[in-house]
């Protein structure tokens, strides 16, 4: 199993970012995606969930309305679009999957929200 995120960077608060996850070496459409984030000095926390066909997704509060999670299980991608950002935002975000009951997770991408 491989995850590997893209498209972190450096954005100005009330800007915004895409981050995609590239996965392989698993049946991609037969699982739950979820990224995930940690701040400097945090718990990793939840930030975004999707089915595995992409008609159900959840997210935390404090990402609610701003940023949205997708998916495209003809490319094997999971993709998560963050709008309004702000620095609070600031984190390192990974892509998880849980195929075969086992925890995988990508090296992560960093993302700076700062002016």
């Known amino acids: 199993v491989q995850l590997v995120e893209s498209g972190g960077g450096l954005v100005q608060p009330g800007g915004s970012l895409r981050l995609s996850c590239a996965a392989s070496?698993?049946?991609?459409?037969?699982?739950?995606m979820r990224w995930y984030r940690q701040a400097p000095g945090k718990e990793r926390e939840l930030v975004a969930s999707?089915?595995?066909?992409?008609?159900?997704?959840n997210y935390a509060d404090s990402v609610k309305g701003r940023f949205t999670i997708s998916r495209d299980n003809t490319r094997n991608t999971v993709t998560l679009q963050m709008n309004s950002l702000k620095p609070e935002d600031t984190a390192v975000y990974y892509c998880?999957?849980?195929?075969?009951?086992?925890?995988?997770w990508g090296k992560g991408t960093l993302v700076t929200v700062s002016s």
């Open positions: 998880h999957a849980r195929p075969g009951g086992m925890d995988y």
């Open positions: 070496g698993f049946t991609f459409s037969n699982f739950f």
């Open positions: 999707i089915g595995s066909t992409g008609s159900w997704t």
